[in-house]
Every structure is written in C-alpha cells, then in structure tokens.
C-alpha cells in the first residue's frame, strides 16, 4: 500500500517563475492538505481540498493556488515566486469521514523548491 | 492569534530519557498531536492527546493538562534513530485544522 507521493522532489527555479507541485495519497484518502515548512520552523497550512473544492485556506496569498482531481490527486501551483517562497511544501491526506478524535494525517516526504 | 511553544534544541544521551515539553495559547482546541520529523523526510504520527492524562505507547508517552495549556513527550529508552525533530500540533476545532510549533530538534549522544 503506497503512502502519501509527491514530486518532484527538488526543484529550483527563478524569482518571477510559475511551478507547479503534484501529490496522490494514500490509498483510500480523499481528502488533501498542503503545508510550507521553513527551514526550522512547523508546517503552515496553505490550503485543503475536498471533492474538487477549495474548503479551507491559511493565510496565503492568491499567487497560491490547487486544484483537486477525481482520483483524488492534487496540485498546488504558486505564481510570481519570491525568494521567500523556497521551502518544503508537503502534502498531507487522510480521510474525510475519519472519526475526528482520529484525525491523523499522513504526509509525503514533501517537495523541495529553492527559489533564486 | 495563535501561539505554540517549544524549545528548539535538546540533547540526550542514549538508553536515558528525555522530555519535551509544549505550551500553547490558542483560540480552539479539539486535540494536540506529536509528530517526528527526521532531517528530509515526513513528519510522522506519534500520539494524540484530547483528554487531560498520560498517553502510553510503548517507549512514548505524551501527556495533556488543557486547562495549563500544556503537553509533554516523554521518550524512555533512547536510541540514536531518536534523534530527530519533534512537532507539537493543536488541533482546532473552529476550522479542524493544525497550528503547528517550530519543533525541538532532539540530538542523542552515545
């Protein structure tokens, strides 16, 4: 049973450049997360899909953006990147009707972006 | 706003134990979750509290008081695979989602 994948699992790119991120989770998943975590500091939540559908969004900017398919799959795509934007971007699922007293996340090992 | 605290560096030697604490002042609170994180991979479940008490796991143990704010991870028997970050996590229950800590990275010395 595969867990949570994403990729690529480096990538650099310019100040001013669009990239595009990829995540499938875990078998049986539908629901997915997408974290920035800074080097030494805890996941930011960026945003959550559900059906197809946006249902929850952090305190991101609209240069950020995803998108969800029907296998579940996910994208997070960021425009215009900033040199701020270089992080590990992960990816977490779980499913959407687990008990919430059980709402664990499974994470990807994540996507690295180096922005220069 | 939202606040979760956490040393950000502890050292340990290894077959001893060791505690990490975590303080939070949040607006909700629906549970509080550990994770390890090591260098370059993803962070992993440890424990869930959302009662006050001691959760026991085999060589874990992570423990709850809602009404000091505060939690610990209690880790016995220290191996050098231990060393790691450890994230703290609240759960809200206004959104359900997770406001993390910066995490204590955990260094164990033989």
């Known amino acids: 049973d595969a867990g949570v994948t994403q990729s690529p699992t480096h990538l650099i790119k310019t100040r001013g450049q669009q990239v595009t991120l990829r995540c499938s989770p875990k078998?049986?998943?539908?629901?997915v997360s997408w974290y920035q975590q800074a080097l030494g500091q805890g996941p930011q939540f960026i945003f959550q899909y559900y059906e197809e559908e946006e249902r929850q969004r952090g305190n991101f900017p609209d240069r950020f953006s995803g998108h969800q398919y029907p296998n579940y799959s996910s994208e997070l795509n960021v425009n215009a990147l900033l040199l701020g934007d270089s992080a590990l971007y992960l990816c977490?699922?779980?499913?959407?009707?687990?008990?919430?007293?059980?709402?664990?996340?499974?994470f990807g090992a994540g996507t690295r972006l180096s922005v220069l | 706003g939202q606040n979760i605290d956490q040393p950000t560096e502890m050292t340990a030697t290894e077959g001893a134990i060791v505690q990490i604490n975590c303080t939070y002042q949040t607006s909700g609170f629906n549970g509080l979750f550990w994770y390890q994180q090591h260098a370059g991979e993803a962070p992993t479940f440890l424990s869930y509290?959302?009662l006050d008490g001691l959760e026991e796991k085999g060589r874990f143990s992570s423990f709850l008081s809602r009404s000091k704010g505060y939690s610990y991870l209690l880790l016995k028997e220290l191996q050098m695979k231990d060393s790691a970050s450890y994230l703290c996590?609240?759960?809200?229950?206004?959104?359900?989602?997770?406001?993390w800590g910066a995490g204590t990275k955990l260094i164990i010395k033989p």
């Open positions: 509290n959302v």
């Open positions: 996590a609240v759960f809200m229950d206004s959104n359900y989602q997770l406001i």
């Open positions: 977490a699922s779980r499913p959407h009707r687990q008990n919430l007293a059980k709402n664990i996340q499974y």
């Open positions: 078998s049986g998943h539908d629901t």
